[in-house]
Nanobody
Framework: QVQLVESGGGLVQAGGSLRLSCAAS????????MGWYRQAPGKQRELVAS???????NYADSVKGRFTISRDNRKNTVYLQMNSLKPEDTADYYC????????????????WGQGTLVTVPS
């Protein structure tokens, strides 16, 4: 009923930049928090950045000052601008959103995108 579609991943040299996008579609009344997670080979998925519906942001210490999360509520889209990329940023990046599909407080679901690969060669 709700789909998150990511785009913007790819291969970039160290020090370069990428911009990830994630668009939500389907039965959506509204979206609470949105975020980006990443999972490197052999490691657990970790939070990279999140943003509330009011624009309050939170970042992992490892990306502070380099990554910027933003969102367009009219388009149900969240972005992740990644600058000064490092080899340790190499991972699959996943979009996450808490979607409201009804008026009841319990009418929310946690949706995930399919992931987009970011590769920064060493």
């Amino acid at each position: 009923q709700v789909q998150l579609v990511e785009s913007g991943g790819g291969l970039v040299q160290a020090g370069g930049s990428l911009r990830l996008s994630c668009a939500a579609s389907g039965r959506i009344l509204g979206i609470n928090a949105m975020g980006w997670y990443r999972q490197a080979p052999g490691k657990q998925r970790e939070l990279v950045a999140s943003i509330t519906s009011g624009g309050i942001t939170n970042y992992a210490d490892s990306v502070k000052g380099r990554f910027t999360i933003s969102r367009d509520n009219r388009k149900n889209t969240v972005y992740l601008q990644m600058n000064s990329l490092k080899p340790e940023d190499t991972a699959d990046y996943y979009c996450n959103a808490e979607v409201r599909f009804g008026m009841a407080p319990s009418a929310t679901l946690n949706a995930w995108g399919q992931g987009t690969l970011v590769t920064v060669p060493s």
